[in-house]
């Protein structure tokens, strides 16, 4: 398995320390029945599946793709593979143009709220369907696979107690056209899954794919379904409350926030729109404590395979970084209270941890947790001043999600068609 490498020795210690630590305190694989992923090189280590992992064994890389290197190479020969047999109405409906408007059309909400772009793959045939799923294990690692696999299935438990949710209702979608030497955008999400893969084109090597800004979230945290149990988003959650657990009194006073946040700040709609860097910031931390902001940062990153995941960590988890990067929190450090917020702010790097009240299952917490790229959203090709729109239309919709609970039950909250 192969880890990204910290530029100091002093890091390179206090990362092998925290990583044995890491690894007692979530088992000795976070996959439970299955061997760490190679597949990108990346370690698999962002969620927890105890029993049957047949879930996350779709999307089987096509035979005519099988022979390619590199991220951009693979994904474009997936997404021929997926898009050639596919009707005319199809074709036009997953190729959209990449423009500013339709880059911000994300979101964490349900679907029926907030259209997706792009094709539904509940509307596609069986034999569709794995292709289009082989598009998203094209791009990612294995542990972003098997992560992406275990929110769809969160959804498809959700179903079962409320109208709107189920793995089928994600999408696929490319902006711009699919090339190798041209920018483009890949999506591929629903609710509580919303990456932007930004291809860059070979000048903008190494860093040639980009995920952000880059969506996570679950309801309920854990849960069992078809016999498997999932917690899709342990290791992330474990990651940055070893963060701010890890700081002294004193540091923990100067890395608390003033204000309250019942989300993620800088969430869909809100491209751009980061705040002046609060907190601790990291010249007031010591090695070992550096060294954990990177782990925790390691949770969002490796998602991407090894190349592009390396490149980044390189920039976000330099020493020259780190000693510029923030961490703070506000209202609690303990997960199991409503309210409790999390941050990672570096020069470039955006991490958000925020526990909701659940939605569907009123009594538990639920995660939303975003990671943007302060230089690199949209891969840095897309402006980010003109969403206050969709912003509007977001806030509209997020409305009616939390108020319509005093109207009825979960199962007849309205959801727009």
Same mark, same amino acid.
């Given at each position: %398995?192969?880890?990204?490498?910290?530029?100091?020795?002093?890091?390179?210690?206090?990362?092998?320390?925290?990583?044995?630590?890491? *690894?007692? =305190?979530?088992?000795?694989?976070?996959?439970?029945?299955?061997?760490?992923?190679?597949?990108?090189?990346?370690?698999?280590?962002?969620?927890?599946?105890?029993?049957?992992?047949?879930?996350?064994?779709?999307?089987?890389?096509?035979?005519?793709?099988?022979?390619?290197?590199?991220?951009?190479?693979?994904?474009?020969?997936?997404?021929? *593979?997926?898009?050639?047999?596919?009707?005319?109405?199809?074709?036009?409906?997953?190729?959209?143009?990449?423009?500013?408007?339709?880059?911000?059309?994300?979101?964490?909400?349900?679907? #029926? %709220?907030? !259209?997706?772009?792009?094709? $539904?793959?509940?509307?596609?045939?069986?034999?569709?369907?794995?292709? /289009?799923?082989?598009?998203?294990? =094209?791009?990612?690692?294995?542990?972003?696979?098997?992560?992406?696999?275990?929110?769809?299935?969160?959804?498809?438990?959700?179903?079962?107690?409320?109208?709107?949710?189920?793995?089928?209702?994600?999408?696929?979608?490319?902006?711009?056209?699919?090339?190798?030497?041209?920018?483009?955008?890949?999506?591929?999400?629903?609710?509580?899954?919303?990456?932007?893969?930004?291809?860059?084109?070979?000048?903008?090597?190494?860093?040639?794919?980009?995920?952000?800004?880059?969506?996570?979230?679950? $309801?309920?945290?854990?849960?069992?379904?078809?016999?498997? /149990?999932?917690?899709?988003?342990?290791?992330?959650?474990?990651?940055?409350?070893?963060?701010?657990?890890?700081?002294?009194?004193?540091?923990?006073?100067?890395?608390?926030?003033?204000?309250?946040?019942?989300?993620?700040?800088?969430?869909?709609?809100?491209?751009?729109?980061?705040?002046?860097?609060?907190?601790?910031?990291?010249?007031?931390?010591?090695?070992?404590?550096?060294?954990?902001?990177?782990?925790?940062?390691?949770?969002?990153?490796?998602?991407?395979?090894?190349?592009?995941?390396?490149?980044?960590?390189?920039?976000?988890?330099?020493?020259?970084?780190?000693?510029?990067?923030?961490?703070?929190? /506000?209202?609690?450090?303990?997960?199991?209270?409503?309210?409790?917020?999390?941050?990672?702010?570096?020069?470039?790097?955006?991490?958000?941890?925020?526990?909701?009240?659940?939605?569907?299952?009123?009594?538990?917490?639920?995660?939303?947790?975003?990671?943007?790229?302060?230089?690199?959203?949209? #891969?840095?090709?897309?402006?980010?001043?003109?969403?206050?729109?969709? $912003?509007? #239309?977001?806030?509209?919709?997020? =409305?009616?999600?939390?108020?319509?609970?005093?109207?009825?039950?979960?199962? $007849?909250? !309205?959801?727009? #068609?």
């Amino acid at each position: %398995m192969q880890h990204l490498a910290p530029r100091s020795a002093r890091a390179i210690r206090a990362f092998a320390l925290l990583l044995s630590t890491a *690894v007692t =305190a979530c088992g000795s694989s976070d996959l439970t029945g299955t061997t760490a992923g190679t597949t990108g090189g990346t370690p698999t280590t962002p969620i927890t599946v105890a029993g049957s992992t047949t879930g996350l064994t779709a999307g089987a890389m096509p035979a005519a793709c099988a022979s390619q290197s590199g991220t951009l190479a693979r994904t474009l020969c997936v997404f021929n *593979v997926f898009t050639k047999p596919l009707s005319t109405t199809q074709q036009a409906n997953v190729q959209l143009a990449l423009t500013t408007t339709n880059a911000a059309r994300w979101s964490n909400l349900p679907v #029926g %709220m907030v !259209p997706r772009n792009g094709l $539904e793959f509940g509307s596609l045939s069986s034999a569709q369907l794995d292709p /289009a799923l082989a598009v998203a294990r =094209a791009v990612l690692s294995d542990t972003g696979f098997a992560t992406f696999q275990a929110i769809r299935a969160a959804d498809t438990y959700l179903g079962q107690s409320a109208n709107g949710y189920g793995e089928n209702l994600y999408y696929v979608a490319a902006l711009g056209t699919p090339s190798a030497t041209s920018r483009w955008l890949l999506q591929i999400g629903g609710h509580h899954y919303g990456p932007n893969f930004a291809f860059n084109g070979p000048s903008a090597a190494p860093v040639a794919v980009t995920a952000t800004p880059f969506f996570i979230g679950v $309801e309920p945290q854990t849960f069992t379904l078809n016999g498997t /149990a999932y917690t899709p988003l342990q290791s992330r959650k474990v990651a940055m409350y070893t963060v701010i657990n890890a700081l002294d009194a004193t540091q923990e006073a100067q890395a608390k926030l003033s204000a309250s946040f019942d989300d993620v700040l800088v969430g869909p709609g809100k491209d751009g729109q980061f705040p002046t860097q609060q907190g601790l910031v990291g010249t007031s931390l010591t090695a070992a404590q550096r060294a954990l902001v990177q782990t925790a940062i390691l949770q969002w990153v490796h998602d991407l395979a090894t190349p592009e995941a390396n490149a980044l960590m390189a920039d976000y988890a330099a020493d020259s970084s780190l000693a510029k990067t923030y961490v703070a929190w /506000a209202t609690s450090t303990d997960s199991t209270v409503q309210g409790s917020y999390l941050r990672i702010d570096g020069p470039r790097v955006w991490i958000e941890f925020a526990c909701q009240g659940g939605i569907v299952f009123r009594n538990q917490i639920h995660f939303h947790t975003i990671w943007r790229d302060k230089l690199r959203d949209y #891969g840095g090709s897309i402006s980010t001043a003109s969403v206050r729109a969709a $912003e509007f #239309g977001r806030q509209l919709a997020e =409305a009616r999600v939390h108020f319509a609970p005093a109207f009825g039950r979960a199962d $007849e909250w !309205p959801i727009a #068609g």
